[in-house]
């Protein structure tokens, strides 16, 4: 039950990932400060993914450093402080919800009363305390979903990386999520989430929005907003795409 120290929750130095044929990634330098709700915001394909895979160490890097609490990202050192919720929720069917978060809690080596505390604590977080017995298999998928965040969040990792953790989610969800969020920021936790739906950037502590891997932003929601002299994340993102092609054509 670490939570951020001090420094840094990430440090990106000169990052460059090539993937297939593609650079997705051309020298990305980037620092996600402590404690804080960051959001990774940028249209399909614009190398969030790939960027989140970088920070929990699972992605082959071409050049670069990328250190995560202070160790190299993926060392043996972090491992069990970064909890990663990919796409595709990765939960056993054929257990219960209860079942799938006491597996990953033994994973990281709660036993006994701990792990009965940690998952009720949990179930209570994703609200999925009343289909705590029921199978995942009968469960809807933002129901599936909250189980896979579940089981990323009985551990508490002091780092939590959640690629796009709402989609698909009906709006309350959402912002139950978001505000369960916001909750573990405060309390010291640093999560790392991505989106491409606009709007929940004014739910976020900072922004960072990607464009073909590049950086095109890295602000306060209230920072972007100013910088483009617009009232909403989507047309400060295309005021921004236009204001780069216009410097790139010069
Ligand atoms: N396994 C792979 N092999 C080759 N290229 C890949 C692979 N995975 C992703 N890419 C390419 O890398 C680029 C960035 O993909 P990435 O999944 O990181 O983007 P993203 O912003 O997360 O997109 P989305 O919002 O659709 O999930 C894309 O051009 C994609 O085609």
Same mark, same amino acid.
């Given at each position: *039950?670490?939570?951020?120290?001090? $420094?840094?929750?990430?440090?990106?130095?000169?990052?460059?990932?090539?993937?297939?044929?593609?650079?997705?990634? #051309?020298?990305?330098?980037?620092?996600?400060?402590?404690?804080?709700? /960051?959001?990774?915001?940028?249209?399909?394909?614009?190398?969030?993914?790939?960027? *989140?895979?970088?920070? /929990? $160490?699972?992605?082959?890097? &071409?050049?670069?450093?990328?250190?995560?609490?202070?160790?190299?990202?993926?060392?043996?050192?972090?491992?069990?402080?970064?909890?990663?919720?990919?796409? %595709?929720?990765?939960?056993?069917?054929?257990?219960?919800?209860?079942?799938?978060?006491?597996?990953?809690?033994?994973?990281?080596?709660?036993?006994?009363?701990?792990?009965?505390?940690?998952?009720?604590?949990?179930?209570?977080?994703?609200?999925?305390?009343?289909?705590?017995?029921?199978?995942?298999?009968?469960?809807?998928? $933002?129901?599936?979903?909250?189980?896979?965040?579940?089981?990323?969040?009985?551990?508490?990792?002091?780092?939590?990386?959640? %690629? &796009? #953790?709402?989609?698909?989610?009906? #709006?309350?969800?959402?912002? %139950?999520?978001?505000?369960?969020?916001?909750?573990?920021?405060?309390?010291?936790?640093?999560?790392?989430?991505?989106?491409?739906? *606009?709007?929940?950037?004014?739910?976020?502590?900072?922004? /960072?929005?990607?464009?073909?891997?590049?950086?095109?932003? %890295?602000?306060? #929601?209230?920072?972007?907003?100013? *910088?483009?002299?617009?009232?909403?994340?989507?047309?400060?993102?295309?005021?921004?795409? &236009?204001?780069?092609?216009?410097?790139?054509?010069?």
């Amino acid at each position: *039950m670490t939570k951020t120290e001090g $420094g840094p929750a990430v440090v990106i130095r000169g990052l460059n990932v090539v993937r297939g044929k593609r650079r997705v990634l #051309p020298d990305l330098s980037l620092v996600v400060p402590p404690g804080q709700v /960051v959001g990774l915001l940028g249209p399909s394909g614009s190398g969030k993914t790939t960027l *989140m895979r970088a920070i /929990v $160490g699972v992605q082959i890097i &071409e050049s670069g450093t990328v250190t995560v609490l202070g160790h190299a990202a993926g060392s043996p050192a972090v491992r069990d402080r970064v909890g990663y919720v990919t796409q %595709d929720p990765s939960v056993y069917l054929d257990l219960t919800i209860r079942e799938n978060i006491a597996y990953f809690g033994r994973a990281v080596g709660l036993r006994g009363g701990d792990l009965r505390s940690a998952v009720d604590r949990t179930l209570v977080e994703v609200d999925l305390v009343s289909h705590a017995d029921d199978l995942v298999r009968d469960l809807s998928g $933002g129901q599936e979903s909250r189980v896979s965040l579940a089981c990323a969040l009985v551990a508490r990792p002091t780092l939590l990386v959640l %690629d &796009e #953790p709402t989609v698909g989610l009906d #709006p309350v969800l959402r912002r %139950d999520l978001w505000n369960l969020f916001g909750d573990l920021a405060t309390q010291g936790y640093s999560l790392i989430v991505s989106s491409h739906v *606009m709007d929940e950037a004014t739910r976020c502590d900072r922004l /960072v929005l990607l464009r073909e891997g590049r950086v095109l932003a %890295d602000v306060t #929601p209230a920072e972007l907003l100013a *910088m483009t002299g617009t009232t909403d994340a989507d047309t400060a993102f295309l005021a921004l795409v &236009e204001a780069t092609d216009e410097r790139d054509v010069r």
